[in-house]
T-cell receptor, first 115, second 115 residues
């Protein structure tokens, strides 16, 4: 059973460009979470999605960031007009039922560098 | 709101020595507690979790953590560490309810085991 897949593993963008980060959850998991890890900090929750629905986006910046989890295909975290402060590691996690007791399984992350 | 504090950002120890990584949390509701480990350039892996029952939980590789409700702590211990335990360790909580599966993480503790 393959784990959580994220691609690309490393992404370099210039200021003002768009970044698209993809996450394929574990087989059988329909709940996806995105977290951001800034340098020298722990992971911060960004958004929680189920198939075709955003359940909780309380951690998403109000502008430039969006996320989706379509019926078919991976979850996408999209950052428009990137700025240097967006440089971070972005981790996706999935779980089978979305419950508070569930173990979340993490992908290897996408390390975004904004020049 | 919930928060997690890991009191030590870095813990250096010698091989075969005991180690304790400290974690305190703050929450107005009951929480579930987790320890995750992150090896360099990898995603997070669950080490152990406390959901209910016995306050002492153990992992398969010799780590253990004890939930102390009165002190709101969930410290991680290992009686004898190995070089391979070198990694960053994150304490996390999930308050359930409207928090769904959202994890709140501490800042992380880098454990470095020296020969």
């Amino acid at each position: 059973n393959a784990g959580v897949m994220q691609n690309p593993r490393h992404l370099v963008r210039r200021r003002g460009q768009e970044a698209r980060l993809r996450c394929s959850p574990m087989k059988g998991h329909s709940h996806v979470y995105w977290y951001r890890q800034l340098p020298e900090e722990g992971l911060k929750f960004m958004v929680y999605l189920q198939k075709e629905n955003i359940i909780d986006e309380s951690g998403m910046p109000k502008e430039r960031f969006s996320a989706e989890f379509p019926k078919e295909g991976p979850s996408i975290l999209r950052i428009q007009q990137v700025v240097r402060g967006d440089s971070a590691a972005y981790f996706c996690a999935s779980s089978p039922s979305g419950g508070a007791k569930d173990t979340q399984y993490f992908g290897p992350g996408t390390r975004l560098t904004v020049l | 709101a919930q928060s997690v504090t890991q009191l030590d950002s870095q813990v250096p120890v010698f091989e075969e020595a005991p180690v304790e990584l400290r974690c305190n949390y703050s929450s107005s509701v009951s929480v579930y507690l987790f320890w995750y480990v992150q090896y360099p350039n990898q995603g997070l892996q669950l080490l152990l979790k406390y959901l209910s029952g016995s306050t002492l939980v153990e992992s398969i590789n010799g780590f253990e953590a004890e939930f102390n409700k009165s002190q709101t702590s969930f410290h991680l211990r290992k009686p004898s560490v190995h070089i391979s335990d070198t990694a960053e360790y994150f304490c996390a909580i999930n308050a359930g309810g409207t928090s769904y599966g959202k994890l709140t993480f501490g800042q992380g503790t880098i454990l470095t085991v020296h020969p």
